[in-house]
């Protein structure tokens, strides 16, 4: 059984000495708790930076969701190093506070007690606070509490001026870069489902996030629920889906029919959102009532990406200068590192997206989308069942059998990638995820549950454990001289610029807005 339509693997080791170009990049969200496990009620700390102009410390949803930006780097482990730092500095300015090691959050309290991230009185520091009072209006603010990590990847240009000369192909460069990406999305979104398979590490969850609504969880403990068999309940219809949304259709079968849609989303009204309002008592509560407020609010576990100019939005950013690089959205945090992400996770990452760049990658219809969005609600809420099927070219075959496969045809671009980066990690990482389709208990989630299972204390007595061994952890390596007056002086410099930002604004709000969307 084929999985994926493999390619001439002479060609792609041809090509493989461009690999060690490959660069990526981690953006990383945790919660900022106090010791109780509650929410911090506090603003983002000023000495962080401005979460308008900081280049690595932003927010989130919340001020209480600080986001972790690391550069993108060919250096393959440099991204980790960057989230170390960033960490570190981090904690050297939250004082007793506790970054949660979790994706699903802590002790929740009430919604109105959940603080908007606010980025200053400029119109973009507006517009990005309104954008988010918007986000919680539609979807409650419980959701956008949720925090995951987000993996950035790109080839070099030595790599695709290559390949394009390979293929003989009569595009131009970038239109055939862009085809190329949007391809390795397709055959991602395809088997997406690997991701929450063995990473999804949101199997449970308080009770106090559910707020006394029927949800089909069962008791694990008093106080905790969970799916027996679930992997990611933050990838699941408790997490990162909407039933509007649901609609959208939203294709990848080129990038002109992706951006149209997304267009379509964002000029085309929704009943719900034109009865919540676009202003109450004269001020924004969101920034339209169309399906979608900008690009941003579609949730999707992947997204074609290219760095926008000032004012520029994404999908125009991408038609004029089309795909740059691709961004995975499916990650949760990983408890079990202290920076939520490890390098075992980005070995297997490459490996699996370089498989389905150089895959064969048909068009998505309408009957293959349904598969892999089943075959995909189905692994993150039972994919550690051990009778689990999963629909396969319109067959229904058991999910030991597929994932089995997959990892196997992965194995030649592990050997080229350990090759290019003289290490063992891709194979390694290969054979450990073999390992645990023989007992699914082993993976994340499985851990998970019967760890809390085996204490009887909880979701939250353990996630506060973890959270706060790696406080520890940090605490115990704070950062010092130059690499602490480089976060210094970029949270210091940050605040500046945001001051110029603001300073520099010469028109209203509703005309800055206007010229957003024309």
Request: glycine share 6%; net charge negative; proline share 4%.
């Amino acid at each position: 059984m084929s999985i994926l339509d493999l390619p001439d693997l002479e060609e792609v080791k041809s090509l493989s000495h461009h690999f060690t170009g490959i660069k990526r990049g981690i953006e990383k969200e945790s919660l900022r708790i106090l010791p109780n496990g509650y929410l911090s009620p506090d603003a983002h700390p000023a000495s962080l930076g401005s979460t308008l102009t900081n280049a690595f410390i932003t927010t989130d949803y919340s001020e209480a969701l600080p986001e972790f930006i690391t550069t993108a780097s060919s250096d393959r482990l440099k991204p980790l190093k960057d989230l170390e730092e960033i960490h570190q500095f981090v904690y050297q300015n939250i004082d007793n506070e506790i970054l949660w090691a979790m994706s699903m959050p802590c002790v929740m309290g009430q919604e109105e007690d959940i603080p908007i991230a606010r980025y200053g009185s400029s119109n973009s520091g507006q517009m990005k606070e309104i954008y988010r009072l918007g986000l919680g209006y539609r979807y409650g603010r419980f959701m956008q509490t949720i925090a995951g990590v987000h993996y950035n990847f790109s080839l070099p240009q030595s790599f695709w001026t290559a390949l394009h000369e390979k293929e003989q192909s009569q595009l131009a460069l970038q239109d055939f870069i862009s085809e190329k990406y949007m391809g390795l999305i397709r055959n991602y979104l395809r088997h997406s489902w690997v991701i929450p398979l063995f990473f999804g590490a949101s199997p449970a969850l308080c009770e106090s996030f559910l707020k006394n609504k029927n949800i089909d969880l069962d008791e694990l403990v008093p106080g905790t629920r969970y799916g027996p068999y679930a992997t990611s309940l933050r990838m699941s219809d408790l997490g990162y889906q909407n039933k509007v949304q649901s609609r959208l259709n939203i294709s990848y079968n080129s990038l002109d029919e992706y951006i149209a849609g997304l267009e379509s989303a964002i000029s085309t009204a929704d009943p719900y959102y034109s009865e919540i309002g676009v202003k109450k008592d004269g001020e924004y509560i969101q920034l339209n009532d169309s399906i979608l407020q900008i690009e941003n609010e579609f949730y999707s576990s992947i997204r074609p990406k290219r760095v926008s100019q000032s004012g520029e939005r994404p999908t125009k950013a991408l038609r004029n200068r089309g795909v740059e690089y691709i961004e995975v959205r499916a990650l949760d945090l990983n408890p079990f590192s202290p920076i939520g992400i490890d390098q075992s996770q980005i070995a297997f990452m490459d490996t699996f997206l370089l498989a389905c760049l150089f895959s064969k990658s048909d068009p998505l219809y309408q009957r293959e989308t349904g598969e892999y969005q089943e075959n995909f609600r189905c692994v993150v809420r039972k994919g550690r069942h051990p009778d689990v099927c999963l629909t396969h070219r319109n067959q229904c075959v058991p999910m030991q059998d597929i994932a089995s496969n997959l990892l196997s045809q992965l194995k030649p671009f592990a050997e080229l990638l350990d090759s290019a980066y003289d290490t063992q990690d891709h194979a390694d990482i290969l054979q450990q995820l073999e390992d645990q389709v023989g007992d699914l208990n082993t993976t994340y989630s499985g851990k998970i549950v019967s760890e809390i299972e085996r204490r009887k204390d909880g979701f939250f007595q353990y996630a506060m454990g973890l959270s706060k061994s790696h406080k520890e952890y940090f605490t115990k390596r704070p950062l010092d001289g130059e690499r602490l007056a480089f976060y210094e002086n970029e949270a210091q410099d940050s605040h500046k610029r945001q001051a110029e930002i603001e300073q520099a604004d010469s028109i209203s709000f509703e005309a800055f807005l206007a010229n957003y969307y024309r």
